[in-house]
């Protein structure tokens, strides 16, 4: 298939490079063309990039599959920017106006400029989202067109580390695509929430691979955000601290891992698993349930209580809250962890989709795959046509060639050679013709002179002639 617009995003995450084409109708409708994935083990870290030549490369092959399935060149791409350093900080700005004048979108781009040049320490501000308006002391969610003497406004800042931007800047200077533009991932997440989730007050848990995002909105905004630098491959460790792969340990963790706290498992049940180390000596890898459910467990309450302790920081209370919890990320896909969640945090739990209807006839299912919440955000907030639009030059026009008319006679002449293509006389030859046209010219002038010298005799000589006669 051949797309003449769509928008191309990358999400970075700890486990996986995914890649999406696909475009956006004005009625909310999402049209998914293509994905594709690699492993990004060895180059990103707690959604940082580690490794840039290897992140790169891992881009390249992301890309070329996505062309190869769009049948089109990509010209720039969004890329999702998370990671452990993220998180949220207030930035409180106060401005005097000289007079009663109405709040206009210069003044409100001009604080939130203020608030990108703040000071942050070492770390870098990412995004400005606006928190509350106070214009003469009077609390205000629309500021635009209201007039008064003074406005304050409280921004939420997005800041992380300025190696986040430096190293995606650099990937980007090996790649044959340009970067449209940076988008938060874990904003990108809160496309599994609704509106009225997020104006009632809610925690968005994005469980993912080796970071635990929590983010708390109320009254329709971001109020809080933290990232906890543990996730599921934490769990997936711990398993293989059991003598198995990491591989095996990973695919143990969602096919017999369980983490309801009240399970009940008899002692001494075994489960049997095939090995996927062809160089082990048994084939199957003996599993006991009671062990690896105490493993799993430990990690897991070890990971709620952490974002517990991230709520009670963010000065919200569970009455405040009356959205629940909402969970994404591909490690919340881990059996009972929903009932963990509700017991330990004594809110109501559920699973985030995808807000927003999904046209495809190979991904219509995608929306409800925690893995892609991130990367359909991220595809959801991009803006510009990602598509390469090659430029043909105009070849210069060819002179028509000239159509000689010959007119029919009875004895025709010798046919001319056309003047376009002459025919090459050696130089030679051209002087010898020369030399004897001058040569004819000279003996034609010197009989010319010899003829007039014989007139004029003849005229002498009849006069004479005459005058004897009349003499005699």
């Known amino acids: 298939m051949e797309i003449s617009n769509y928008i191309a995003a990358i999400d970075l995450g700890s486990s996986k490079i995914v890649g999406i084409i696909g475009s956006k109708s004005e009625d909310n409708i999402i049209s998914v063309y293509a994905v594709e994935k690699e492993s990004s083990d060895a180059c990103i870290k ?38 452990q350093s993220i998180h949220s900080i207030d930035n409180k700005i106060n401005h005097q106006l000289n007079e009663e004048t109405p709040i206009t979108a210069q003044i409100i781009d001009t604080l939130k400029e203020i ?31 209201v007039y ?26 090996k790649l044959d695509v340009s970067l449209a533009g940076f988008i938060i991932s874990p904003l990108a997440a809160s496309s599994v929430m609704t509106e009225a989730e997020k104006n009632l007050g809610a925690v968005l848990v994005d469980f993912g691979a080796e970071t635990t995002t929590v983010s708390i909105y109320k009254d329709g905004l971001l ?21 198995i792969l990491e591989e095996d340990a990973e695919k143990i963790k969602f096919i017999h891992g369980d983490v309801s706290p009240d399970i009940d498992i008899p002692e001494g049940k075994v489960l049997n698993y095939n090995n996927s180390n062809n160089n082990s000596v048994s084939d199957v890898i003996k599993i006991y349930p009671k062990t690896l459910h105490k493993v799993i467990l430990a990690r897991t309450e070890e990971i709620v209580e952490n974002i517990n302790n991230q709520i009670r920081l963010s000065g919200y209370d569970k009455q405040q809250l009356g959205s629940g919890i909402i969970i994404t990320g591909g490690a919340s896909r881990i059996k009972n962890f929903t009932q963990l969640l509700i017991k330990k945090a004594e809110m109501d739990v559920k699973f985030g989709e995808f807000n927003k209807t999904i046209q495809s006839q190979i991904y219509s299912e995608i929306g409800k795959d925690p893995h892609f919440s991130v990367l359909l955000g991220t595809l959801l907030r991009g803006e510009e046509n990602c598509r390469k639009v090659e430029i043909v030059k105009e070849k210069p026009m060819e002179k028509e060639p000239e ?6 006679v009875s004895n025709p002449a010798p046919t001319p050679l056309p003047s376009s293509t002459p025919v090459a006389v050696p130089e030679v030859e051209v002087k010898e013709k020369e030399q004897k046209a001058e040569e004819e010219t000279v003996k034609e002038k010197e009989v010319n002179k010899f003829h007039k010298f014989v007139n004029i005799f003849t005229d002498i000589f009849t006069e004479t002639s005459k005058d004897e006669k009349l003499r005699d």
């Open 46 to 83: 707690r959604g940082c990039i580690q490794n840039v030549e290897e992140t790169a490369l891992k881009i390249k092959r992301v890309i070329s599959r996505l062309e190869a399935r769009i049948k089109s060149k990509i010209d720039k791409i969004y890329i999702g920017i998370g990671g």
């Open 115 to 145: 608030s990108m040049n703040s000071p942050v320490g070492n770390k870098e501000v990412l995004e400005v989202l606006p928190s509350e308006y106070l214009i003469d002391g009077k609390k205000v969610i629309q500021p635009i067109g």
């Open 148 to 173: 008064g003497s003074e406005i304050e406004v409280t921004h939420k800042l997005i800041v992380g580390r300025a190696s986040l931007k430096k190293n995606i800047q650099r990937v980007f200077e």
């Open 223 to 243: 109020r809080y955000l933290a990232v906890i630098p543990i996730g599921g491959k934490a769990i997936t460790k711990d398993i293989a601290s059991l003598q």
């Open 403 to 408: 159509i000689i008319i010959q007119e029919t």
